[in-house]
Every structure is written in C-alpha cells, then in structure tokens.
C-alpha cells in the first residue's frame, strides 16, 4: 500500500484549510463578531472615543484631537505591508507638517515594550499607541492589518478601511 502525503489527499487539504481558519479567527484582531459601531462606512458616522496609552505610558484621547483630521493606522509589528507602509506614513506625516493633521499608529495584541522598540528602531515620528488587548480593533470593527480610517475635524469618519487614505485627508482639510 501506498503512503499518500495528507496534504495531497483532498480530506487533508480539508483539515488543514480548517486548522488554519481556527488559528485565524482566534486571532483577536481577525474576530468575526460585527463591529461595534453602527455604519462605519457612513460619512455621519461619529468615529467610536478611545483612550490608550502611547509608547510613553501616557495616556492619549481620540478626543484630543479635535480640530484635526486624524489617521488612525492599526497596525502590527509582525505586519509586512504594514512594515513596507511606514516610509509611507513618515512622508505624509512629514507634507503635512503645520497643518491641522494626525496620524494615531494603533498597534493591536502587542506589549508596550515590544513597539517601543520597534518605533525606535524605524524612527516612528507620530504618535504611537499600544492597543495591547485589541479593545479598540474590535470597537473599530478591525479584522486585519494594516487598516486606516481617517476622522474628520468634527469627530466623524471621513473613510473607513482607506486603500489610500491622502485623498480623503486632503479633501477633509479644504474643509
């Protein structure tokens, strides 16, 4: 009798393909329960407040930044195309320098001490915060990364999972 590979048997393909989606759906970051915020893709929407803590220890509001429009980028440092971003954000952040302008990089399941190094070893010159038990993923409704919403200067969400958010943080400043 022949030895077959389990993968090259389709029961085996089954399993596997099933193995990997527990292992991706336990992930807290890809859950599958609904966001917990109604309508994210609505432009009336108010963008959920959340208060976290920066790679400092100090504390940082949505809230404070009123006023502003704000890119908020959850993210990981395991990420690479979040990792293949950063040059990215570092020039947006840069172009946009003196202008009513913020990006909030939330990272989601990692510990402080873990993105305080990772910030500093690619000279991450926004704000950085540590989402370490993935709360405020699961409010914005997060199911990978990198994801971008950008708010208003009003609190409202101007786009929800940007592909390329600088057009809409563009028209939300003419504003």
């Known amino acids: 009798m022949k030895k077959t590979p389990l993968v090259a048997t ?16 336990a992930h807290p970051s890809c ?30 509001s949505l809230r404070d930044f009123r006023g502003k429009v704000v890119l908020v980028y959850f993210t990981t440092t395991w990420c690479p195309y979040c990792k293949r971003d950063i040059p990215r954000l570092k020039n947006l952040y840069a172009s946009m320098r003196g202008k009513p302008f913020e990006i909030l990089a939330v990272y989601v399941n990692e510990s402080t001490s873990r ?3 990772f910030a500093e070893k690619y000279e991450l010159p926004y704000r950085v915060l540590v989402d370490t038990d993935a709360h405020v993923a699961r409010l914005y409704g997060v199911r ?4 971008r919403v950008v708010v208003d200067k009003a609190g409202k969400v101007g786009c929800y999972q940007c592909p390329s958010p600088e057009d ?5 400043l003419r504003r």
């Open 10 to 25: 389709s029961g085996g393909l089954a399993v596997l393909f099933a193995g990997l989606l527990m292992v991706l759906y």
């Open 31 to 60: 859950a599958a329960e609904p966001p917990a915020w109604p309508a994210p893709q609505s432009k009336a929407a108010y963008a959920p407040i959340f208060v976290l803590r920066d790679i400092e220890n100090r504390a940082v």
């Open 115 to 117: 993105v305080r190094a």
């Open 144 to 147: 990978g990364v990198p994801m």
């Open 168 to 172: 809409a943080i563009g028209e939300l």
